[in-house]
């Protein structure tokens, strides 16, 4: 089986940056074993993995997977999947994705710009003293605030770019704040070009450092909306490859607007072997 897919560089302001993920068209699903050999073989953050959708609700349905595993949300790799969809067919206005954990997404044209619509997913128990404690050793530095998101997200609060620039994360330490759960740990402080600065790390889902991730906007988006009274920002991922997005918070919703651009195009050659192993 040959299975035709494009590499997409994920709110990418210029070459090599944002967040890379392959997106694959398939007629429909395959074992979850195969998509997840397919999508360590890729190595990227992730593989959106895309369907065709017989239902009034959306066009195609979407599930992500990492290296290690298939997560709830993804922001980049939806966002991929958008560009794909829309540059393909360029008289459709916007495309809706139907997932497994997250609803119903879209990605519609903005301009030269995509926009997404995610779920609101705030960070809004604080968290003890113990926990905090934990962080600022996992991080290396103490955060001002620390906040999470059920037992999925963890977010540090920082009074400057500067300090989180320059964290230097013990990995394994951030895995032992939750074990067993794919923790993403969201450091974010005011930023200087941009309304906010973040890093992200999710050593849990094999991705150590992720260079732009849409969900964790869908985290911090509804905190620092809270904290500028008003629903729309500018933020900059502060990674090695780096990315920038717009954020706007409607109600349950969080928009995200930036750049894709294809880098890579191809078939990927599956074996008889590994569907019927």
């Known amino acids: 089986m040959r299975l ?149 997200y963890l977010v540090a609060v920082f009074d400057s770019p500067d300090e989180v620039r320059g964290l230097q994360p013990d990995h394994a330490a951030i895995l032992g704040l939750a074990p067993g759960i794919d923790l993403m740990l969201i450091a974010t402080a005011p930023g200087e070009a941009t309304d906010v600065l973040s890093r992200v790390f999710v050593p849990a889902c094999g991705v150590n450092e992720d260079p732009v991730t849409g969900s964790a906007h869908a985290v911090i988006a509804p905190f620092w909306a809270a904290r500028f009274g008003r629903p729309n920002f500018t933020a900059v991922q502060a990674s090695a490859r780096g990315g920038r997005l717009d954020c706007r918070v409607e109600g349950d919703s969080v928009i995200l607007t930036g750049k894709a651009r294809t880098v890579i195009r191809g078939e990927y050659d599956l074996p008889d072997a590994a569907l019927n192993g």
């Open 4 to 152: 035709s897919f494009q590499q997409v560089d994920a709110f990418a302001d210029g070459a090599f940056t944002g967040n890379p993920a392959a997106v694959m068209f398939l007629p429909g699903w395959l074992p979850d074993r195969v998509l997840q050999g397919v999508a360590a073989d890729n190595n990227l953050s992730e593989t959106a993995f895309l369907v065709p959708h017989d239902g009034p609700e959306a066009d195609f349905q979407l599930r992500w997977f990492t290296p290690l595993l298939e997560v709830a949300l993804c922001g980049h790799a939806t966002l991929a999947s958008g560009h794909v969809v829309l540059d393909a067919l360029p008289d459709l206005a916007n495309v809706r994705f139907l997932t497994t954990q997250a609803g119903v997404l879209s990605v519609a044209r903005d301009g030269d710009r995509l926009a997404m619509r995610l779920p609101a997913w705030p960070a809004d128990r604080p968290v003890t003293e113990a926990e905090a404690d934990a962080v600022a050793a996992a991080l290396g530095a103490r955060p001002v605030e620390v906040w999470a998101r059920s037992r999925d």
